[in-house]
């Protein structure tokens, strides 16, 4: 997996984009057109979509799932003589989303993207076809795009930050409980039931008491290639009665509370990390460089958004909740452009009951309980596409 490339970057934006209504994504009409190394196959949209794209062997196929959408079109119009596609199929698979099946004629390599309206054409998903006998000549294929064979069936990989750590304890308590004990505790216990489930990897940026910057966290995320980032707090606030969870994912904008700025102010401190310094866009010109980073941190936010809701939905049956949506702050923590990233807060070390019930082993491991089951519910509608999990909800599926 190569997420830092540009063609990776575009593509992540593609794989996370959401509709902006409520309605089913119409799938309009489909064309396509010929040069001397590709096809390209061009759906016509009536908004953005959540969509996946693989290839299958023995016989050669190409799966396209779009989420949520429907098709309004008549695809046998297309003249697919002299093309590599023999035949194209489509069905509603039992979550509602639509399937479609290219069968070909040989092997192919496939590059696909979401484009955005413009130059009156309205929203689109292009899939360029290629032939296997171009391959010395393209690019490799990155992960959100697997290569011709089946699945890799790789591990999701998860990291888990538990906050602050050494020289830095975080909030303290009333009693001296210290931030950096509580999560570190919660941290280890989520790690531990991650790694009982098939199909995932974690791996945790501390696992002892030591001081870990907001660069290096970030760092360590995009080094694992990581699929999601999670980081575990216990704060205070200025109000010892706030009391509850929360989650936070990034804002470029501003804060979406009074509460949501102040912790970001006090995650930050002295190590605010840009998430322009993440992506290696020296080379790129300037607006195509600013197109890309926001393309990415757009997409990464939209996901971020969906698995913290995910996560508060399940906290909801541990513990009180102190806000019932998900918030969002510049959190230094979060700025990873391709990484989806929530920060939890578990509760409050501030608040006395809050305290009492953070430090022992009994709340934590429900806590940690309760995250697994949200990123669990969020892999389960969101996996990576050539992921075990993406392989197994593949199988029951009839059509291909």
């Known amino acids: 997996m190569h997420r830092r490339h540009l063609l990776t970057l575009i593509l992540a934006s593609a794989a ?5 209504s409520g309605s089913a994504t119409q799938i309009r009409q489909a064309r396509f057109w010929r040069s001397d190394k590709k096809l390209r196959l061009v759906f016509d949209l009536s908004a953005p979509v959540r969509y996946k794209a693989f290839s299958l062997s023995a016989p050669e196929r190409l799966i396209i799932d779009l989420s949520g959408a429907t098709l309004s079109g008549d695809l046998s119009q297309l003249a697919l003589n002299d093309t590599v596609i023999r035949s194209i199929r489509s069905g509603q ?9 290219l069968d070909l004629k040989a092997p192919v390599r496939l590059s696909s993207f979401l484009l955005a309206p413009q130059d009156g054409q309205g929203h689109r998903l292009v899939l360029d076809l290629i032939s296997a006998k171009q391959e010395s000549t393209v690019a490799m294929v990155p992960r959100e795009t697997p290569a011709i064979k089946v699945h890799r069936k790789r591990d999701i990989i998860v990291v888990v ?18 931030e950096k004990d509580v999560v ?5 216990m989520l790690a ?11 791996k945790l940026v501390r696992n002892d008491d030591f001081f870990v910057p907001l660069r290096k966290r970030v760092e360590i ?3 694992h290639k990581a699929d999601l980032f999670i980081s575990v707090h216990a704060d205070a606030a200025p109000r010892l009665t706030a009391s509850g969870a929360s989650v936070y994912c990034l804002s470029e904008g501003g804060a979406t509370s009074a509460t949501a700025r102040f912790m970001a102010q006090r995650e930050n401190g002295a190590d605010l990390l840009g998430a322009t310094s993440l992506l290696n866009l020296k080379d790129k010109d300037p607006m195509l460089a600013g197109v890309i980073l926001d393309m990415s941190m757009n997409a990464t936010i939209a996901a ?6 995910k996560i508060l939905e399940s906290l909801a049956g541990i513990t009180t909740l102190h806000q019932k949506r998900v918030e969002q702050a510049g959190f230094a923590v979060l700025k990873s452009p391709d990484v989806p990233s929530i920060l939890v807060e578990t509760g409050f070390i501030s608040n006395a009951r809050d305290s009492q019930r953070l430090v022992t082993k009994r709340h934590q491991q429900a806590i940690a309980d309760g995250l697994y089951e949200g990123l669990q519910r969020y892999f389960q509608k969101n996996p990576p596409i050539d992921s075990f999990l993406a392989w197994q909800q593949e199988q029951p599926i009839s059509l291909v």
């Open 192 to 202: 531990k039931r991650l790694k009982k489930e098939k199909g995932y990897d974690v």
């Open 221 to 223: 995320a995009r080094q």
């Open 184 to 188: 570190l505790s919660i941290a280890q």
């Open 93 to 101: 698979t039992g979550l509602g989303d639509t399937r479609i099946v």
């Open 16 to 20: 996370f984009a959401l509709p902006i």
């Open 161 to 178: 930050d538990p906050g602050h750590g050494g020289k830095d304890p975080g909030a303290v308590g009333a009693k001296g409980e210290r």
């Open 304 to 309: 971020s958004l969906q698995l913290g809701s």
